[in-house]
Structure formats: structure tokens, C-alpha cells
């Protein structure tokens, strides 16, 4: 909604300096910034190795307006920026959770469940026009006899039903095969939705389990099988303006082990099901972002096609023994490195160097 703290997160996190005023609709157009993923391990690599460069694997942000209640009949921006957001992973929903009588909350108070369920209903009727759309489309094939067009048909029908009830479409346990159908819909309601809850800078430390609000979209996030990241935009807008030593110190007084940024793109990497896999040497340490159960060959893909087609083995070892050993040749000697075949399914952390022929 507007006047969460969206656009004050998404600058923090990004540095991008996106416009972030106290009134509603200060964002219209999308604002999109792409992050770093924190990794220690990279640094330590890159020391090991001496390498002339070090790239890390990186999150793309998209901060788009705040929805209102009505927004699909034309109430505040509309909800036509939606469509921004159609091609997204997932969906970060800002969700207020701090007391400030300086900041207007256009529902007149603050009631996080009542701002999530506002926002699952203008989802709901976003993909909705969607999904009745595409119904129309299908009717005509159904006419010339198209038997896919009979399942999808059936498949459509469902969906409008739970949509109708403002149930998003995550909801509905679709098969892999009926997730395939609509897959080109990219439709809101069915991408993982991580729910942020932006809190007081004051409470931070303790609102995970002192502060009311953030129990409530707790509850509410469990039954959906969600996951919570308690954040404080204003924190984080102040990390935001140190460099790595002072951010830590800033952190450790405030009682906090980590940053917002971090939580947030740890708790996305869970909700997406991705890992980290690293490749080191002198011209460059690398992270590569990967969906769990990738096999190596798919893995070298990542860096090259040529890599997967010509994909002859994958030498491995994990980060820890390749750091307690000191160097990759005192690893080998440990037996601690492995050459893997075409099964092999990567894991994070594997320091990987692939070996291929075309």
C-alpha cells in the first residue's frame, strides 16, 4: 500500500535513490535496481586466489506504486503498473507495522491484515481480468475441436472460481502439468510471496517477537506457508549510508546480527529454491545463482552453452575444505577435491571448475 515504506526500503537496499515522499502515488513509474548478494565467501576466495576481480551473484528489485483499496476500478494510480511486475519471481509485500502519526496510512490506522488482504484482493482481480480474457481465447478454439483447448478450459474455470473468492492462485495446489498451461499468464497470485514487515527503528531488534503487528502477519503467513522478514526501512536507510566496517558496528549496536538486505535476499533465495555455487581462480572469483537440484551440466551452463554441450566433468570441492586446506593443490592432496559426472547435483558452496570439450 502506499506509505509503507516500500520506496524507502527498495532505496535503501539498492542506493538507487528513488523518490520516497509522504503521500500516496509518489510512485508511478517502476523504479528497478539490481543488488549485490552478500557473500563472505567470495572475499575470502579472492584473497586465496589473488584474483584480478571478483563478481558476485546479484537480485534484480522492482518498486512499483502502492495499491489501494479499489484500485482495479480506477481508485488512486488504478492497477494498470501492475503489469510491471508480471515477469517478477517473486513478490516482496511491504507490509506496515510501525506506529507514526507524521506518516499518513490512507486506510486512516494501522491493521496490517487488513492491508494484506486489500492488496491479495486487487491481485486477485488483476489476474482475474487476466485469466477472463484468456477464457474467450480458448472458447474459440474449443469451437474448432482442440483438445487442449477443452483441458485448459477446465483448467480456467477453476481458477476464476478461486479467484473470484479472492483466493490467489498459489493457493489452489496445481499440478506441474496445469502449472505448465497457464505458465505464459504469469499471473500475481501464483508467484511466491514473501511478506516484509517494516517496523520501527526503535523495535528492530525486538519486534520479531514483541511487536503485535509483526505476530499477526506471522499467523497469517504460517497458514499460507509463507515466510516473514522483519525489516526496519529507516535502519536500513542509515546502513545505507556507511561503508562495510561502520555498517557492522552500527549493527552490532543495535542488537542486530545481520542486515534487512541480507534477511531479505536469504528469505527470497529460500522462497525461490536457488543456491550458490562459486568458480575461483586468478582472472576472476564468481558466485552463480542455481535452483536446487541442478546437475553439473546445467550448472556450466549457466556460465556457457558451449560449457553444458561440451560438459566432460566437473571438478569439485566444497568451500569449507577447500578453506581449512589453504589452496586447491593441498585440498587435491587431502583426496578433498572430486570429479563429478553428469548426475552429479550441485550443492551450495561447491568450488567448481569445469572441465569440457567442443
Given at each position: 500500500?502506499?506509505?509503507?515504506?516500500?520506496?524507502?526500503?527498495?532505496?535503501?537496499?539498492?542506493?538507487?535513490?528513488?523518490?520516497?515522499?509522504?503521500?500516496?502515488?509518489?510512485?508511478?513509474?517502476?523504479?528497478?535496481?539490481?543488488?549485490?548478494?552478500?557473500?563472505?565467501?567470495?572475499?575470502?576466495?579472492?584473497?586465496?586466489y589473488n584474483s584480478k576481480k571478483?563478481?558476485?551473484?546479484?537480485?534484480?528489485?522492482?518498486?512499483?506504486?502502492?495499491?489501494?483499496?479499489?484500485?482495479?476500478?480506477?481508485?488512486?494510480?488504478?492497477?494498470?503498473?501492475?503489469?510491471?511486475?508480471?515477469?517478477?519471481?517473486?513478490?516482496?509485500?511491504?507490509?506496515?507495522?510501525?506506529?507514526?502519526?507524521?506518516?499518513?496510512?490512507?486506510?486512516?490506522?494501522i491493521d496490517p491484515l487488513r492491508?494484506?488482504?486489500?492488496?491479495?484482493?486487487?491481485?486477485?482481480?488483476?489476474?482475474?481480468?487476466?485469466?477472463?480474457?484468456?477464457?474467450?481465447?480458448?472458447?474459440?478454439?474449443?469451437?474448432?475441436?482442440?483438445?487442449?483447448?477443452?483441458?485448459?478450459?477446465?483448467?480456467?474455470?477453476?481458477?476464476?472460481?478461486?479467484?473470484?473468492?479472492?483466493?490467489?492462485?498459489?493457493?489452489?495446489?496445481?499440478?506441474?502439468?496445469?502449472?505448465?498451461?497457464?505458465?505464459?499468464?504469469?499471473?500475481?497470485?501464483?508467484?511466491?510471496?514473501?511478506?516484509?514487515?517494516?517496523?520501527?527503528?526503535?523495535?528492530?531488534?525486538?519486534?520479531?517477537?514483541?511487536?503485535?503487528?509483526?505476530?499477526?502477519?506471522?499467523?497469517?503467513?504460517?497458514?499460507?506457508?509463507?515466510?516473514?522478514?522483519?525489516?526496519?526501512?529507516?535502519?536500513?536507510?542509515?546502513?545505507?549510508?556507511?561503508?562495510?566496517?561502520?555498517?557492522?558496528?552500527?549493527?552490532?549496536?543495535?542488537?542486530?546480527?545481520?542486515?534487512?538486505?541480507?534477511?531479505?535476499?536469504?528469505?527470497?533465495?529460500?522462497?525461490?529454491?536457488?543456491?550458490?555455487?562459486?568458480?575461483?581462480?586468478?582472472?576472476?572469483?564468481?558466485?552463480?545463482?542455481?535452483?536446487?537440484?541442478?546437475?553439473?551440466?546445467?550448472?556450466?551452463?549457466?556460465?556457457?552453452?558451449?560449457?553444458?554441450?561440451?560438459?566432460?566433468?566437473?571438478?569439485?570441492?566444497?568451500?569449507?575444505?577447500?578453506?581449512?586446506?589453504?589452496?586447491?593443490?593441498?585440498?587435491?592432496?587431502?583426496?578433498?577435491?572430486?570429479?563429478?559426472?553428469?548426475?552429479?547435483?550441485?550443492?551450495?558452496?561447491?568450488?567448481?571448475?569445469?572441465?569440457?570439450?567442443?
Amino acid at each position: 500500500m502506499p506509505n509503507v515504506g516500500k520506496s524507502t526500503l527498495f532505496n535503501a537496499i539498492t542506493k538507487a535513490g528513488a523518490e520516497a515522499a509522504n503521500y500516496p502515488f509518489c510512485t508511478i513509474e517502476p523504479n528497478v535496481g539490481v543488488v549485490a548478494v552478500p557473500d563472505e565467501r567470495l572475499e575470502v576466495l579472492h584473497k586465496m586466489y589473488n584474483s584480478k576481480k571478483t563478481t558476485p551473484a546479484s537480485v534484480r528489485f522492482v518498486d512499483i506504486a502502492g495499491l489501494v483499496k479499489g484500485a482495479s476500478k480506477g481508485e488512486g494510480l488504478g492497477n494498470k503498473f501492475l503489469e510491471h511486475i508480471r515477469q517478477v519471481d517473486a513478490v516482496a509485500h511491504v507490509v506496515r507495522c510501525f506506529e507514526d502519526g507524521n506518516i499518513t496510512h490512507v486506510e486512516g490506522g494501522i491493521d496490517p491484515l487488513r492491508d494484506i488482504d486489500i492488496i491479495q484482493t486487487e491481485l486477485c482481480l488483476a489476474d482475474l481480468e487476466v485469466i477472463e480474457k484468456r477464457m474467450l481465447k480458448t472458447e474459440k478454439l474449443m469451437k474448432s475441436g482442440s483438445k487442449e483447448a477443452k483441458a485448459e478450459s477446465a483448467l480456467l474455470h477453476r481458477i476464476k472460481e478461486s479467484l473470484d473468492e479472492a483466493k490467489p492462485v498459489r493457493g489452489m495446489g496445481l499440478s506441474e502439468d496445469e502449472l505448465e498451461l497457464i505458465k505464459d499468464a504469469n499471473l500475481l497470485t501464483l508467484k511466491p510471496t514473501l511478506y516484509v514487515a517494516n517496523v520501527a527503528e526503535d523495535e528492530v531488534a525486538t519486534a520479531e517477537t514483541e511487536n503485535p503487528h509483526v505476530q499477526k502477519v506471522k499467523e497469517f503467513a504460517a497458514a499460507e506457508h509463507a515466510e516473514v522478514v522483519v525489516i526496519s526501512a529507516k535502519v536500513e536507510s542509515e546502513i545505507a549510508e556507511l561503508d562495510a566496517d561502520e555498517a557492522k558496528e552500527f549493527l552490532a549496536d543495535m542488537g542486530l546480527s545481520e542486515s534487512g538486505l541480507d534477511k531479505l535476499i536469504k528469505g527470497a533465495f529460500d522462497l525461490l529454491g536457488l543456491l550458490t555455487f562459486l568458480t575461483a581462480g586468478e582472472d576472476e572469483c564468481r558466485a552463480w545463482t542455481i535452483t536446487k537440484g541442478t546437475t553439473a551440466p546445467k550448472a556450466a551452463g549457466k556460465i556457457h552453452t558451449d560449457i553444458e554441450r561440451g560438459f566432460i566433468r566437473a571438478e569439485i570441492v566444497n568451500y569449507d575444505d577447500l578453506v581449512a586446506a589453504g589452496s586447491t593443490a593441498a585440498a587435491r592432496e587431502k583426496g578433498q577435491v572430486r570429479l563429478e559426472g553428469k548426475d552429479y547435483v550441485m550443492q551450495d558452496g561447491d568450488v567448481t571448475y569445469f572441465r569440457f570439450n567442443v
